[in-house]
């Protein structure tokens, strides 16, 4: 059974596209801003670029989580992380339609109660496609440059129960622990 699911868009005033997303006592602030340019390697291809990063802040679980960007670098989970949220939202933009810009989707966990990198997915989309419904309103493009929608979701066995949006304590103590990404037309 999946836990209670609140999303407030718009929860940033800066943010070209903003959302809390909470999924039980997950909390995470996803955000998409615009740059008006891609990265140096796409530089004449006529297509944008998707790119996303994500963080623990501190204060998001009982023992505190030190940020990464002081050790200098982001740790192994949370670049698989990024990836996995970038080349979630890449497969339903339509990059030649977006033209010339970078999207930046930016996920921080404020708290985790498992579901992180599920919620931000999700999260990341509604973000994304609020700061594209910007750009259309703005007449910078003349549609939504989206192929379709993402969103994301854990399931495990837990005590050979198969259990599905995994809290903490169950992601925990899960004997198998997956994490699905679905895209389509029909969520």
Not at 22 to 36: D, H, K, Q, S, Y
Not at 92 to 100: N, S
Not at 148 to 160: L, P
Not at 170 to 179: F, L, W
């Given at each position: 059974q999946l836990r209670p699911i609140k999303i407030t868009p718009d929860f940033l005033t800066f943010a070209h596209g903003s959302c809390l997303i909470e999924v039980g006592e997950t909390r995470v602030l996803c955000t998409a801003m615009i740059e008006e340019s891609v990265p140096r390697w796409m530089k004449h291809s006529g297509k944008g670029w998707v790119t996303a990063e994500y963080s623990m802040l501190p204060g998001s679980t009982n023992r505190r989580t030190s940020r990464e960007v002081a050790r200098g670098k982001p740790g192994g989970r949370t670049m698989e992380i990024q990836r996995l949220?970038?080349?979630?939202?890449?497969?339903?933009?339509?990059?030649?339609?977006?033209?010339?810009?970078?999207?930046?989707?930016?996920?921080?966990?404020?708290?985790?109660?498992?579901?992180?990198?599920?919620?931000?997915?999700?999260?990341?989309?509604?973000?994304?496609?609020?700061?594209?419904?910007?750009?259309?309103?703005?007449?910078?493009?003349?549609?939504?440059?989206i192929r379709g929608t993402v969103a994301a979701i854990s399931a495990g066995v837990v005590g050979g129960t198969a259990v599905l949006d995994l809290p903490y304590e169950e992601d925990s103590r899960a004997d198998v622990d997956m994490n699905f990404v679905v895209t389509g037309d029909n969520l």
């Amino acid at each position: 059974q999946l836990r209670p699911i609140k999303i407030t868009p718009d929860f940033l005033t800066f943010a070209h596209g903003s959302c809390l997303i909470e999924v039980g006592e997950t909390r995470v602030l996803c955000t998409a801003m615009i740059e008006e340019s891609v990265p140096r390697w796409m530089k004449h291809s006529g297509k944008g670029w998707v790119t996303a990063e994500y963080s623990m802040l501190p204060g998001s679980t009982n023992r505190r989580t030190s940020r990464e960007v002081a050790r200098g670098k982001p740790g192994g989970r949370t670049m698989e992380i990024q990836r996995l949220i970038g080349r979630s939202l890449r497969t339903i933009t339509d990059m030649t339609a977006l033209g010339q810009r970078t999207i930046w989707l930016d996920c921080d966990v404020l708290q985790a109660d498992g579901g992180t990198r599920c919620a931000s997915i999700t999260g990341a989309f509604v973000a994304h496609c609020l700061a594209l419904q910007k750009l259309v309103g703005e007449g910078e493009l003349d549609r939504l440059p989206i192929r379709g929608t993402v969103a994301a979701i854990s399931a495990g066995v837990v005590g050979g129960t198969a259990v599905l949006d995994l809290p903490y304590e169950e992601d925990s103590r899960a004997d198998v622990d997956m994490n699905f990404v679905v895209t389509g037309d029909n969520l």
